[in-house]
């Protein structure tokens, strides 16, 4: 086909045509799941508009706020599409190509006529072919295309769907075509990816059986899976229709010529009329077909029709038609919304330039996620400005949506308002699917209009309308009535009404931000608003009887009706619609220029504030706690009502109503109104109510609850009057609005950026506008190596702040109340003026009700006795007296001429109550109150008000004569504030003598205490001076001489005791050889943190012989401690109650704790630190053989000699003890025996009982931990392990050290040298448990390794051995062979050590790998060089000159010295635990010169080749034995690899220092196991660098006979049970340890503000942090994985129960 397209060899006609094609100035990329995005926060015309990593790395964006998200799946790159951004949108890659064509030019005319023809052909016919036979829906025959022979084979097809689970589908498999777990889990996998799968082939009869058990077992709680049983040629026809759509999809990449054919092909209309062309057939059939097949044919839809202009165009128009539809489908169709049509929308509506009804529908019927259905191409289609304007005036896009929706939500009430019933699992399925709609009409208003045509004004109107409707039937949804008596007993439903509410917040901002741009729609859309207003109310009125009330010579009538009765309903879309509305009226000046087009004059106040305030009376109720037996379905309602998701369209519009309504009546009506509806008219209309109310003794429950009421009503005045900072309300702009609600909440408490976004209003663009005024109100506080950065309120700017700020919840308001009211007086902040149309709200606070409401309150509180009143009611009240005078007291400032102040409070204060009561005036009551001893805290308040008043009074005199008012006012500040200074430091004074006096009373009873216990206190000072005394005795003072680890010139140290408590008994014990065991608490890992080669695997276990470990240390046993000290019995006695407990707990339930009792962990019993087992304490090994008598000491070549002969004798002992016959005994006699050697001497062991069994405890662990073997005390190979876990622990501690370049001693926190001087002494006095000819054996073997005898063969070669470890194997090993020789031990150790050292040295000589680079020092080389350069020439002619020949001494010593000092190292720290000789001082700082210290320390000469040259003879015949290992030949030769020294620390992986490169290498890591499919959890090892596939079915292994996830098996290979890992797409740090084990833990990368991100919600901008990465590291490099773990599960027990094994 491809030769006949191109009419050539296609490998030449297909560059040709890419040649001669324009290349695009779209990207249109299309995202692989998971790929990551980028959206401009300062330029994407909305939050759908993205870039893909390339583009936007070249564009300008990445200089600007931009967010970073991770893709679903399925959209596609924006760059180039100049309708998207409001600058920049091309990145520097598809900028060259828009300069050639300014005009639009048909692409066709880059194609022959014949290509163009024959594409025709090709496309027509195999486009048809693939849609056919994809929408077939007969199961066993074909569409016109004749069946060669009939083959009657048939596939059991199964279907996937949304509403089962995996665990269903793999069951059901098992039972239904019984396969194994694994191929039932093969199967699931598949069908979940590609949407169908064959489970079953073979003759109809036998698929049909598998299909009827299949839906037998599915269709108990949900419909049933949908299996068919299909004909196996049309299988094979569906396979090749989809692999032809690929391929179409790649052929048009060639050109744009080509794509434009395809597109014309598709959308022609077919034969049968309307809907009838090849996209219409595949969009309307689209709920019918597979996930794998949806998949195919959107992405050919995105890179044909969406790619090419003309024909977007086309298809948007195709796709709103068939709307309805495409919804009605998706709505039955159980898919996501991302396989689904429908979720082009996007793509489409998004451009404000689509049979959307038939499309939606069918994805409702769906049961596929969205982003399958072609429903969610809507997202590439209403998106795009341009395209979403053509679909409103042209196919009435709005109105559709809107009436698609209505035909959703059917169940209606008698006023015809949405019911929801009780929320089934089916029913929110369902109800989610509806909501993608309002998400679509979300896209269409995104980007709004800036020139209006009639037309478009027309069709909005149209859309408003049909809005309004829907509105209407929210309109009092879901009433509720008080319930008395019993609690209710069924929760009624919320949730739906309320999801509904939060999803339609932001189209109804929006609508109103259409409504603003354009006056004309604006006036008719609020005549619409208040006509269906009207409407909503006329249904509610009837039978409620009117009713008058008078108060303070007012009356007004209105109706009887109280909350507390009634239903009533928090939802009221249409009034908070219309108070949005004449907000803009005044913000746009509508009001004022065309006051004759509105009808302001029909609007009836009493009916707009009616409904508001019956919600607000309702919140202030359930505040009270009237409502308690409505259950948590009122309070939750109660809360989101307040909540910043919805309120900005409930709670603040209703406030807005009720300011509509004041400023347009007289506010005395409108307060009467107010407190019937709160139920408070009798107590404030009737004289003396309230005393009579307290004397009758009424229920204490009704006098709180009047007295909350009150609190609330004043409350909502202070909100009403005060809350003037919305553009429109106030004269404010926007930026003000943002800025008190930061001071507001940063007045709480400091925040993080994030907690502030939260915490604020967004809008469509997910935009708070929080940055561009921060700067201004706040300082930021950057965080430290934990915790999150700060922002911090400036202090200038709580002057703006106010106490009864509506917008704090009750629980922030008495947080603030307590952190400021220490602050003295908090008057009212200064208001904005109040824009015209709601001017004469201030009225409100001069009105006679209002002023009688406070008189009365005050008056309640002159008389404190008699009444029930509260201190908050006192504190509203001078609240609302300071807002009154700081109103007067503008007024006043800004008065011009000709004005006159209508506000005339202060003379309205002065005034006394009227005959014939006579009540004293509100002034007067003040200053009474003023000095009320009871009321202390609001003394200043007081204060404040009486100095305002006298201020203005002053004002107002001298407004009539002249301007120096001003001068006069501040003067009389002035002074107030200097008494206000006076009174405080009197204060401050009286508490500082009070202080002073009681600290002279204690101090005069503690000298009284001293003096009557005088002995007591003489004898404790006593015993503290003995003490310290007694330690400086001990220590022997030593500071002069050389300090010396080991050798004859050991350092001798005198023994100092060493005292311990236990920590579960407090009792006090010293550590003594025969005395009873102490014990740390330990815990024993393997480990791989220094290896070499993480792929080496112990064979089997059993038969494994851990004698010599290799250099690499593939893997060692890690053995840490908390340091705490427990006797051995205690200990005993605590962990039988542990497992005891443990046994309890398994019967009752089984939870995973943090520790596994089986395998012997449990938590130390103080600091809770995971551990395994325990160490003995133990005195210094010396002390036990202290037989330190250096007579003549022989050499080194004499002592390989007698050793030699020692275990000759030992090995013909042995030999005997085999043969037992009487022959070898003359063959002893034969040897000369060294003097004084006796070899079968039994040494006698020093050690108490219970040291002893601990000894053994320890030392099995340590094997059953690091061979993974069951334990065994009798083992051979447990004094091995327990030699290697010495040796691990001192290397890992040592590269610790050198990392961090911190000296070797002195800089140890105490737990872990206490955990290395305990476990140097345990392995040093393990043999006494052991067998004796076991370590014998041991011992022999591993000098053997070094001085060749006959007994042993096939030895490592000396490049495979790690020195260290042979070191302290084979001194703790020869502990006590010596002890019996006639050597003495001293010199022992040193020749042992210096051979090793000898070996080591010739180690590094033979694997340095120097590249001579001409830095060879220019003066006389020193002797060390020399001698290496003799000692490296020596190596030359051993190895047969294998060697490369190097000249430079310097460079050889250089690397000598560099290779050797991590041994010396750590040898220092080994002799320096074991022998107790304390370090030199010098070695406790870091210095240069540590490697002579480390020589004299440990007895060696600083120029270690002298070693070779004082013992020659010897010394050459062993090299040459080294050298003519095999291997080593081998080696030298190039055929293997051996390990250099020094060996480079491990690091954990190099992490990019931008998160998005993760993201980006995720998004192309595909699952290994199932064929390159895109993996949903991509997970890194931090270790190595290996990306995993987690958390799925398909990459799931065995391992020890459980199924395990990818990650817990590569910890198993690669950390020894130990995982780091970094989830990509969460951004988190996942911690695994063994199979049940695991935490997760914050990320190293942070945002801007200092904060995490998990879970990638927020989408700042993530950059690493070099500081928390190395925190990490340190965890892993000592080993607290663990231990890291075990504290998070303690103290999180939801992490207990995850399933870490899975991961």
Not at 675 to 680: G, I, M, V, Y
Not at 974 to 993: G, H, P, Q, V, Y
Not at 1375 to 1395: A, E, N, Y
Not at 1399 to 1407: E, G, K
Request: one cysteine or more; hydrophobic letters at 35%.
């Amino acid at each position: 086909m491809e030769w006949y397209l191109c009419g050539e060899d296609p490998a030449f006609g297909f560059p040709k045509l890419e040649q001669a094609n324009k290349p695009s100035h779209l990207c249109g990329r299309v995202f692989k799941v998971g790929e990551p995005t980028y959206s401009c926060r300062d330029c994407a015309v909305d939050p759908t508009c993205v870039l893909c990593m390339e583009c936007f790395l070249g564009s300008i964006h990445k200089d600007h706020r931009y967010r970073m998200t991770t893709s679903g799946g399925g959209g596609f790159c924006d760059c180039g599409d100049t309708e998207a951004w409001k600058e920049g949108p091309y990145c520097k890659k598809h900028e060259i190509n828009t300069s050639e064509t300014a005009e639009e030019e048909d692409p066709l005319v880059h194609l022959s006529e014949d290509m163009v023809a024959r594409a025709y052909n090709i496309f027509a016919i195999t486009f048809k072919y693939a849609v056919d036979i994809l929408t077939w829906e007969k199961e066993n025959e074909l569409p016109g295309l004749e069946m060669t022979e009939k083959s009657d084979t048939y596939y059991c097809m199964l279907f996937n769907d949304e509403v089962h689970t995996y665990e269903q589908v793999i069951y059901t498999l098992q039972k239904a075509v019984n396969c194994t777990q694994k191929e039932a889990i093969g199967f699931a996998t598949t069908v979940d990816r590609d949407g169908r799968r064959s489970v079953r082939y073979g003759d109809f009869q036998y698929c049909d059986q598998a299909k009827s058990v299949i839906v037998r077992n599915t269709s108990r709680q949900t419909k049933p899976l949908k299996v068919q049983v299909m004909h196996s040629s049309i299988v094979a026809h569906q396979s090749f229709g989809l692999k032809l759509l690929t391929w179409l999809g790649s052929i048009i990449g060639y050109s744009d010529g080509l794509r434009r054919i395809l597109c014309q092909v598709g959308l022609q209309e077919g034969p049968d009329g309307e809907n009838s062309s090849l996209v219409d057939k595949l969009m309307l059939s689209d709920s019918k077909l597979w996930k794998g097949a949806r998949n195919v044919y959107h992405q050919l839809f995105m890179s044909s029709l969406l790619m090419d202009l003309k024909y977007k165009k086309l298809f948007a128009i195709r796709f709103a038609r068939n709307y309805r539809q495409l919804q009605r489908d998706y709505m039955e169709d159980d898919h996501e919304r991302a396989v689904s049509v429908a979720a082009l929308s996007v793509q489409l509506f998004t451009v404000p330039t689509l049979n959307y009804e038939r499309l939606q529908s069918d994805f409702m019927k769906d049961d596929h996620d969205r982003e399958f259905s072609i429903a969610d191409l809507s997202i590439q289609i209403f998106t795009v400005p341009s395209l979403a304007r053509m679909l409103i005036t042209e196919e009435n896009l709005m109105t559709t949506i809107i009436k698609t929706f209505m035909d959703h939500l059917r169940h209606r009430d008698i006023q015809g308002r949405f019911q929801f019933e009780r929320y089934t699992a089916l029913q929110a399925f369902k109800f989610r699917r509806v909501q993608s709609l309002i998400l679509d009409l979300k896209y269409v208003l995104i980007s709004k209009p800036t020139e209006w045509s009639d037309d478009l004004r027309h069709k909005f109107l149209e859309g408003f309308d049909a809005f309004l409707e829907l509105l209407k039937c929210m309109q009092g949804m879901d009433p509720i009535t008080r319930q008395v008596g019993q609690h209710i007993e069924m929760e009624p439903e919320w949730e739906a009404a309320f999801t509904l509410q939060m999803k339609l917040t932001l189209v109804i901002s929006m609508m109103q931000d259409w409504c603003a741009l354009d006056e004309k729609v604006l006036i008719e859309a609020y005549k619409k608003c208040l006509t269906v207003l009207m409407q909503c109310h006329s249904g509610f009125t009837d039978g409620e009887q009117p009713i008058v009330l008078s108060m303070c010579g007012h009356s007004v009538e209105t109706i009887r009706y109280c909350v507390s009765q009634e239903k009533v309903s928090i939802h009221l879309p249409v009034s908070r619609l219309l108070a949005g509305l004449h907000v803009l009226l005044s913000k746009t000046e509508v009001a004022y220029k065309f006051p004759e087009l509105l009808p302001l004059s029909e609007l009836s106040p009493p009916m707009l504030i009616e409904h508001p305030l019956r919600c607000l009376v309702l919140c202030a109720q359930v505040h009270a706690g009237m409502w308690r037996r409505n259950g948590f379905s009122l309070v939750n309602q109660i809360y989101y009502y307040h909540n910043v998701k919805c309120r900005r369209e409930m709670f603040d519009k209703d406030i807005v109503m009720l300011q509509t309504g004041v400023s347009m009546m007289d506010p005395n009506h409108f307060l009467m109104i107010m407190l019937s509806r709160f139920e408070l008219y009798q107590i404030f209309s009737t004289p003396d109510y309230g005393k009579r109310f307290s004397t009758e003794n009424t229920n204490k429950d009704v006098v709180q609850q009047n007295n909350t009421l009150i609190e609330e009503m004043l409350y909502l005045i202070i909100m009403i009057v005060g809350e003037r900072f919305s553009p429109g309300i106030g004269q404010v702009n926007a930026t003000d609005e943002i800025k008190r609600e930061i001071i507001h909440q940063l007045s709480i408490r400091p925040m993080a950026h994030s907690e502030l976004v939260k915490a604020l209003p967004e809008d469509e663009n997910r935009e708070t506008g929080m940055e561009s005024v921060i700067e201004e109100v706040a300082c930021f506080k950057k965080p430290g190596l934990t915790g999150r950065g700060l922002y911090e309120l400036k202090p200038e700017c709580t002057r703006n702040f106010n106490l009864y700020f509506y917008h704090f919840s009750r629980a922030e308001q008495s947080k603030v109340t307590k952190t400021r009211i220490s602050l003295s007086a908090l008057p009212p902040p200064a208001l904005p003026p109040f824009c015209p149309l709601f001017a004469s709200l201030v009225n409100i606070l001069q009105s006679d009700v209002m002023l009688c409401i406070m008189g009365t309150i005050l008056q309640w509180a002159v008389e404190h006795n008699g009444y029930a009143w509260s201190e908050s009611m006192l504190q509203r009240v001078l609240h609302l007296l300071g807002m009154a005078l700081q109103e007067e007291k503008q007024h006043l400032e800004n008065l011009s001429e000709e004005n006159v102040v209508t506000f005339t409070f202060t003379q309205k204060i002065s005034r006394p109550g009227e005959a014939p009561n006579n009540s004293p005036s509100i002034l007067a009551m003040l200053e009474t109150l003023q000095n009320a001893p009871h009321l202390e805290v609001h003394k200043d308040m007081i204060r404040w008000i009486l100095k305002t008043f006298n201020a203005i009074k002053k004002l107002r005199e001298s407004s009539s004569t002249s301007p120096v008012a001003e001068t006069e006012g501040n003067i009389m500040e002035e002074s107030s504030r200097d008494k206000d200074k006076a009174e405080r430091k009197r204060k401050a004074e009286i508490a500082r003598l009070r202080r002073e006096k009681i600290m002279a009373q204690m101090s005069e009873m503690q000298r009284h205490f001293i003096n009557e216990n005088k002995e007591l206190f003489q004898q404790t000072l006593e015993e503290l001076d003995t003490s310290a005394s007694g330690v400086r005795d001990n220590s022997p003072v030593m500071s002069d001489a050389k300090l010396t680890a080991l050798g004859p010139e050991q350092t001798r140290v005198a023994e100092h005791r060493q005292v311990v408590m236990c920590i579960l008994c407090q009792e006090e014990q010293e550590v003594k050889v025969d005395s009873r065991a102490m014990v740390l608490a330990a815990f024993i890992q393997r480990s791989t943190v220094l290896s070499k080669n993480r792929n080496k695997t112990i064979p089997d276990p059993e038969k494994y012989d851990p004698l010599f470990m290799h250099p690499d240390l593939s893997c060692g046993t890690h053995t840490g401690s908390c340091g705490h000290i427990m006797h051995a019995h205690c200990w005993q006695r605590y962990f039988d109650a542990v497992q005891a407990k443990e046994q309890r707990r398994q019967q009752r339930l089984r939870v995973h704790t943090s520790y596994d009792v089986e395998n012997g962990e449990f938590l130390c019993p103080l600091c809770e630190c995971l551990s395994n087992t325990v160490i003995p304490l133990l005195p210094p090994p010396r002390v036990l053989f202290n037989r330190l008598d250096f007579s003549g000491q022989p050499n080194l070549a004499h002592w390989i000699k007698t050793v030699c002969q020692q275990i000759k004798a030992l090995y013909l002992l042995r030999d005997e003890d085999c043969a037992s016959n009487s022959g070898s005994s003359e063959k002893m006699d034969e040897l000369q025996l060294p003097e004084g050697f006796r070899p079968d001497f039994q040494p006698k062991n020093p050690y108490s009982e219970s040291i002893k069994e601990m000894l053994t405890t320890f030392g099995t662990a340590t094997y059953k931990v690091g061979l993974k073997v069951h334990p065994n005390e009798e083992d051979p190979r447990v004094p091995i392990m327990c030699w290697g876990s010495c040796a691990y622990t001192i290397q890992t501690i040592e590269r610790i050290l050198a990392d961090e370049d911190k000296p070797l001693f002195g800089q140890l926190p105490c737990r872990q040298d206490d955990c290395l001087t305990s476990l140097t002494r345990f392995a040093a006095a393990h043999w006494t448990v052991s067998s004796l000819s076991a370590v014998q054996g041991h011992f022999c073997t591993l000098l053997a390794s070094l001085v060749p005898n006959e007994k042993n063969g096939n030895l490592p070669c000396i490049l495979d051995i790690d020195m260290f470890h042979l070191l302290v194997s084979c001194k703790l090993g020869a502990l006590f062979c010596q002890d019996f020789s006639g050597v003495s031990l001293g010199t022992g150790d040193l020749h042992l050590f210096r051979l090793v050292t000898m070996a080591h040295i010739i180690q590094i000589l033979l694997t340095s790998s120097t590249e001579e680079n001409g830095m060879d020092q220019e003066n006389a080389s020193s002797e060390e060089e020399v001698a290496v350069l003799t000692l490296y020439k020596f190596l030359c002619q051993c190895t047969g000159s294998a060697l490369k020949e190097i000249s430079s001494g310097w460079h050889l010593w250089k690397n000598l010295k560099a290779g050797i000092m991590p041994f010396l190292r750590c040898s220092a720290l080994f002799f320096h635990y074991l022998n107790g000789v304390p370090a030199p001082s010098e070695m406790e700082v870091s210095g240069t010169n540590q490697f002579e210290h480390l020589c004299s320390y440990l007895s060696l000469p600083n120029n270690l080749t002298c070693l070779f040259q004082e013992n020659s003879d010897i010394m050459n015949t062993l090299i040459e034995s080294w050298c003519s290992n095999s291997e080593v030949t081998r080696y030298l030769e190039g055929k293997r690899h051996a390990i250099s020294y020094a060996r480079e620390s491990n690091k954990l992986i190099d992490l990019p220092d931008d998160y998005s490169c993760l993201i980006n290498q995720a998004s192309n890591f595909s699952c290994p196991k199932s064929g390159g499919d895109k993996s949903r959890a991509p997970t890194l090892c931090l270790v190595c660098g290996t990306m995993l596939c987690s958390q799925s079915y398909c990459c799931q292994t065995e391992l020890e006979g459980e199924d395990v996830g990818a990650c817990t098996a590569h910890t198993y290979t690669c950390g020894s049970g130990v995982g780091i890992f970094l989830r990509v797409r969460e951004c988190q740090v996942l911690f695994l340890a063994g199979k049940t084990k695991g935490c997760f833990y914050p990320p190293p990368y942070l945002d801007d503000y200092g904060e995490t991100d998990q879970g990638l919600r927020r989408g700042n901008p993530l950059h690493l942090c070099k500081e928390r990465f190395k925190k990490i590291q340190k965890l892993w490099q000592q080993h607290s994985i663990t231990e890291e773990i075990g504290h998070a599960q303690e103290a999180n027990q939801t992490l207990v129960g995850i399933d870490w094994q899975h991961l």
